[in-house]
Structure formats: C-alpha cells, structure tokens
T-cell receptor, first 114, second 112 residues
Framework: DSGVTQTPKHLITATGQRVTLRCSPRSGDLSVYWYQQSLDQGLQFLIQYYNGEERAKGNILERFSAQQFPDLHSELNLSSLELGDSALYFC?????????????FGEGSRLTVL | GQQVMQIPQYQHVQEGEDFTTYCNSSTTLSNIQWYKQRPGGHPVFLIQLVKSGEVKKQKRLTFQFGEAKKNSSLHITATQTTDVGTYFCAVLIYNQGGKLIFGQGTELSVKP
C-alpha cells in the first residue's frame, strides 16, 4: 500500500461526458502528479501541483483540468470525453517540490469511454 | 522536449536467464529513477541514480548510470517469474518545474 488513494477505481462513461478523478496523497506529501497510461503511449505526464499551486505541465489537453485543494487532495477533471481518452489515470505524490526522491503511485483510475 | 529512449520494448526470457533494459538520453541528465510495474498494478519505485558512473545493486538487480550521465541500465541476473512486469526509467526535467518523464518501458516476460 503506497498510501496514495485514488477514486473511483473504474469508470465507464459515454463520449461527450465529463468525469472527475480524485486523489488523496500520502500523509505529509505536498506534491501531487497526474499521469495518463494508455497501451500505446506509456506513462504520459499531465500535471504537477505543489501545496496547492501548479508547478509543471505536460501535454495536458485543454479539455482536462486539475486542482489541488487546501487539504492537499487533488482532482483531475476530464470533459467532452472522446474514445481516445480511455486510459488508466495515475496519481502520484512525493514530499518534495522538485521530486528529488521517489514518487508514490496510487492504484489508478481506469476510465473507459464508450 | 526532453525525451528518454528505452529499449527493448519487450523481452521474453527463460527463467534463469539474464535481462537488461537500457535508457538513453540525448542530453545530460541530473538523475534517473527506475520503477517496476507488475501486470495490473501501479509503478513502484526501485532506485534513483545521481552520480556519474554510479552502480547500485539490489539483490539480483544492478543499476548503472553512465559516465556522461546520458544513459542508464538495469540488469537482472538469473530472472525469476516474480520479475515479470514492465520496467520504466524516469528522468527529472529541472527547467520545467521538476516534472518526471518516463521512458516507454520494457515489458519482461519470464517463461518457467
């Protein structure tokens, strides 16, 4: 158990819909990262937050947004969903701002868009 | 942008054989991390290498960081079925807020 909690574990929805994925980092970790993992793309970095502020951005689509709340949990919002958004979405946390140490990953949220 | 190339993409070995995966970068890296993802699981941190020429061992696993800090390798001696999974290298991009970029991964299967 990494200590990172993600909900929901599985989600099935239709094209055009909007979903929210939730992540609670390890106790004490201030950095939260979001990754997308699909079969042909590996682990793609989406976005990083540190103590509520956005720190780094990857190739995150404009239809996607995220935030980190004062209690340090984070949410990833995916809107106008397309079939290609079907993937496993991982949240990870670390204790440092620049990730000089390891990332702890949650179990992931598997999104299926039909 | 920064990319790290990882090879091979797949490796099938007989139990007891050795296995090696390689990560290569066109630019000098500040550090490199290695993760393992079991089938159906999430990535789990294995190790971080920071120094030029660094070699670290964890039981049957040997990690190396190249002298020029542009490449790294993970070698498993005498593979076991418990080694099955995908091995990823990951590099830190300091000038972009500290994002961690993962290689494409090497999927290892072990035939008993």
């Amino acid at each position: 158990d990494s200590g990172v909690t993600q909900t929901p574990k599985h989600l099935i929805t239709a094209t055009g819909q909007r979903v929210t994925l939730r992540c609670s980092p390890r106790s004490g970790d201030l950095s939260v990262y979001w990754y997308q993992q699909s079969l042909d793309q590996g682990l793609q970095f989406l976005i990083q937050y540190y103590n509520g502020e956005e720190r780094a951005k990857g190739n995150i689509l404009e239809r996607f947004s995220a935030q980190q709340f004062p209690d340090l949990h984070s949410e990833l919002n995916l809107s106008s969903l397309e079939l290609g958004d079907s993937a496993l979405y991982f949240c990870a946390s670390s204790s440092t701002i620049m990730n000089t140490g390891e990332l702890f990953f949650g179990e992931g949220s598997r999104l299926t868009v039909l | 942008g920064q990319q790290v190339m990882q090879i091979p993409q797949y490796q099938h070995v007989q139990e007891g054989e050795d296995f090696t995966t390689y990560c290569n970068s066109s630019t000098t890296l500040s550090n490199i991390q290695w993760y393992k993802q079991r089938p159906g699981g999430h990535p789990v941190f294995l190790i971080q290498l920071v120094k030029s020429g660094e070699v670290k061992k964890q039981k049957r696993l040997t990690f190396q960081f190249g002298e020029a800090k542009k490449n790294s390798s993970l070698h498993i001696t005498a593979t076991q079925t418990t080694d099955v999974g995908t091995y990823f290298c990951a590099v830190l991009i300091y000038n972009q807020g500290g994002k961690l970029i993962f290689g494409q991964g090497t999927e290892l299967s072990v035939k008993p």
